[in-house]
């Protein structure tokens, strides 16, 4: 079960029995999630490729030659 599961089950039950989060909880699962996004590597961000690089990542048998031509084609 990752952190995000585990807290979301934490408040679904504090929910549940009318009971407010534990002190600090907002804080460590902000942590848990910056630390998460600070362990992936430059290259496997998404938003920091263009639209051709992310159509090649998501398509892996797509060429730059291919993927500028379509682009080209739907006027992109």
């Known amino acids: 079960m990752s952190d ?7 408040l679904q039950a ?12 907002r804080q460590r699962l902000e942590a848990l999630l910056a630390k998460k996004e600070g362990s992936l590597s430059a290259s496997a961000r998404s ?10 990542r998501n398509h892996p048998g797509l060429t730059r030659e291919t993927a500028e031509q379509m682009a080209e084609e739907f006027g992109f």
Request: hydrophobic residues 30%; proline residues 7%; glycine residues 10%.
């Open 14 to 25: 504090a929910m549940r029995k009318g009971k407010l989060l534990e002190p600090g909880s």
């Open 4 to 10: 995000q599961e585990e807290h979301d089950l934490q």
């Open 47 to 56: 938003s920091d490729l263009g639209p051709i690089e992310r159509a090649m």
